[in-house]
Nanobody, 126 residues
Framework: QVQLVESGGGLVQPGGSLRLSCVAS????????MAWFRQAPGLEREFVAY????????FYADSVKGRFTISRDNAKNMVVLEMNSLKPDDTAVYYC???????????????????WGRGSQVTVSS
């Protein structure tokens, strides 16, 4: 019923840029907060960026602040992560996630999200 589909990943050189997109279906997109997480091999899933359903702007992990930008287009049911100045440590599978506006837990925690995409691989290597 609910589906989140990521796209835009790939191989990029250090210092390069990529744009990830996530298209949602099966929910009223404008009433859901959206986020990006990532997971590198052998590591836990890590928060990257968050877009509230009701507040403008974005919230970012310290590791990506100033380099990544999250945005959303509610008319297209889409959330975008623009990634610039990419580093090898950014290599991971990137996941789109949706969070109900009824949740009270921290948006930093994966368990506070209701739906997940299947992920898109981003590899930063020269």
């Amino acid at each position: 019923q609910v589906q989140l589909v990521e796209s835009g990943g790939g191989l990029v050189q250090p210092g390069g840029s990529l744009r990830l997109s996530c298209v949602a279906s099966g929910l009223t997109f404008s009433t859901w907060s959206m986020a990006w997480f990532r997971q590198a091999p052998g590591l836990e899933r890590e928060f990257v960026a968050y877009s509230s359903w009701i507040a403008s702007g974005g919230f970012y992990a310290d590791s990506v602040k100033g380099r990544f930008t999250i945005s959303r287009d509610n008319a297209k049911n889409m959330v975008v992560l623009e990634m610039n100045s990419l580093k090898p440590d950014d290599t991971a599978v990137y996941y789109c996630a949706a969070r109900s506006n009824t949740r009270q837990g921290s948006y930093l925690q994966p368990v506070q999200y209701d739906f997940w995409g299947r992920g898109s691989q981003v590899t930063v290597s020269s």
